[in-house]
């Protein structure tokens, strides 16, 4: 199915971020100082790890981090209720966000699910993906297919690269109401105080797809290829997904932005971000999914999660709990 001309658009790349009030600490450093050599800092993981699903294999790649002010993002609780909660995780705002994309070889398709922010968020934030997949033994011309759970510059950014295709062989799979609200003309310059940079960003991101006619809006319930199911969960945006995947009995769902604060959204499903769309709808599409997926014991996968993000939602005293998988560190598994 190909995405009709009406979302072709010329409008140029706005580099801008969309995470709010990046803070860069200073410290003083008391005398004697310290030699530059036996100075800590912090250490790049490999950026992937592998996880086998029945017959498939599902990479977690690492597109990067990125600083949220936590204060200025989130909604429905107050801020001393999101300093306790961070200080139980032995956190503080600003806490440092994960930005994953999600690789799975079926054997017979590449499928990436979501493509982490490319550049659009500058030097530093995130941009990792393509060197991590040729570090996994991947080019990005062998991908071809790519899931996206919605249309947001930290999902879709790094489908481009210098304004042209970075995946040119893949077709991508995103929600028909995410691409009629983010694509539409209309809303180029901002809708009811959503940024302008949200679908400036998003025509940026996916117009040489267009071009290329390797659109494939997705409405409603959907299998796209066996094994792999597209679930609509609108709320986040419009046109939010989640892809549930199986093989020989074991399945993964790769749930998007219905998390993005573990410590806090979990115990509080209630508690909302800027981000959202839609603020009630997003709370209550999170309330449904977590009691759903707790309940079936299922794993899931999401992009802001902690790297690698890949384990269980449990249901909690209060609220629900996140249960990371068991890691694996050996050959033969």
Known sequence: MKLKNNYQSKLAILISTLFLQIITPSFAIAEPVVEKETLVKYQTQPGFYRYKLGNYEITSLSD?????????????GSQSEVDQLLTKAHLQSPVEASINAFLINTGTKIILVDTGAGGFFGPGYGGKLIERLKNIGYVADQVTDILITHVHTDHTGGLVKD????????????GKADLDFFLNVKNQNGVNGYDKAYFQQATAALTPYVKLGHISPISGSK????????????????GHYFYKV??????ITFIGDS???ESVQ?????ITITYDVDQPAAAKQRAIQFERIAKEGSLIAA?????????????ATVGYKFIRTEYHDREGI
């Open 259 to 261: 998390i993005h604060v």
């Open 246 to 251: 199986e093989s020989a009995g074991k399945s």
């Open 163 to 174: 304004g042209q295709a970075a995946f040119p062989n893949a077709t991508i799979y995103v």
């Open 266 to 270: 979990f115990p509080k499903p209630e």
């Open 303 to 315: 992009p802001h999660l902690p790297y690698p993000g890949i384990g269980y939602i449990n249901q």
């Open 223 to 238: 299998l796209l290829f066996p094994g792999v199911n597209a679930m609509p969960t609108p709320g986040h945006t419009p």
């Open 64 to 76: 990067g981090s990125v600083p949220q002010d936590l204060h200025a993002l989130l909604k429905g």
